[in-house]
């Protein structure tokens, strides 16, 4: 009894010293957030090495020519051409020499591409949540591509606000934007299912690193775990037509999704319409904290 009396004191005394050492680490809500900002860190890291390895894939097989030697008969059909992402992707495959389609939310938009790229490069408005505007686009695909098919659709199109505490939202928050991220997506490429199966093409849907980690409430987290599991059934589905599906997940990164002032101003709107006793119940500082921490978020953005 002595013995074990002895041994107890012992790992007492030794987990003593080290809290006593380490008194910062043995508070849990800080240990989790120390493993939490590692993680997303390490995340960060990775997905920009990935980004970094396919954006410069292209320099790489193009000099082979059966990569890209008939690029210029290759059709790729990009969502979200407007800005961000799918902007300089349709400009990139446009100097390489696709036939890029760049679908655009607003004429604007379209028409800024446009002078950006070559005469090659077409253009076209598209809704991803309007199911007709899908399907007029669908037709004037088709009259571009003919029997070749379309050797490529990139589902870049999304919004990430209204973001925010889940008890701020209202059903409609959520559904604003799920219908983009998530339903457009889905919709978009059952609507062009049968034009890349006659190209034995490949599907490329943009996910997000907040598909694989959820850090704030509203349907942007939602909606990209969502792509992620459509992805990967889809993907199971559409080998027995030779069709590719794969997932990008950016991490942090300059666009229109992640404009900070977009953000902010948002979140106000989401709390001015509180109810007083739902205010009341988080205090009148929680506004400015949730501000504090998008801004903190915020300061590891990279520039396209």
Not at 104 to 125: D, F, N, V, W
Not at 130 to 152: H, M, N, P, T
Not at 227 to 232: L, N
Request: with cysteine.
């Amino acid at each position: 009894m002595q013995r074990h009396d002895d041994i107890s004191w012992i790992d007492a005394k030794i987990s003593y010293n080290t809290c006593e050492g380490w008194g910062f680490l043995c508070q849990a809500p800080v240990v989790l957030f120390v493993c939490l900002f590692v993680n997303i860190l390490a995340a960060k890291l990775l997905v920009e090495f990935i980004l970094n390895w396919i954006y410069r894939l292209p320099v790489i097989q193009n000099r082979c020519p059966l990569h890209f030697g008939k690029s210029r008969s290759k059709h790729v059909l990009i969502t979200g051409c407007d800005s961000g992402f799918g902007n300089l992707l349709a400009r990139q495959l446009d100097g390489r020499g696709f036939r890029v389609i760049a679908a655009c939310l607003t004429e604007e938009g379209a028409s800024a591409l446009s002078s950006l790229a070559s005469p090659r490069l077409k253009t076209l408005q598209l809704d991803v949540t309007d199911s007709a505007s899908i399907r007029r686009a669908v037709e004037a695909v088709r009259a571009e591509v003919g029997e070749r098919g379309l050797w490529g659709l990139v589902n870049n199109a999304g919004r990430s606000i209204p973001i925010g505490p889940t008890e701020w939202m209202q059903l409609e928050d959520f559904r604003k934007v799920l219908d983009v991220n998530l339903i457009g997506v889905i919709e978009v490429t059952l609507a062009f299912l049968p034009l890349l199966k006659k190209a034995r093409g490949r599907v490329v849907n943009v996910a997000s690193i907040l598909g694989r980690l959820a850090l704030t409430g509203g349907g942007y987290c939602l909606s990209k775990y969502g792509v992620e599991a459509f992805s990967d059934s889809l993907r199971r589905e559409m080998q027995h037509f030779g069709i590719n599906v794969s997932i990008i997940e950016p991490g942090f990164f300059k666009t229109a999704v992640t404009r900070p002032d977009l953000i902010e101003a948002d979140l106000r709107r989401l709390w001015t319409r509180l109810p007083q006793d739902v205010k009341d119940s988080y205090g009148a500082s929680y506004i400015n904290d949730c501000k504090r921490s998008s801004m903190f978020s915020m300061l590891g953005l990279v520039n396209l």
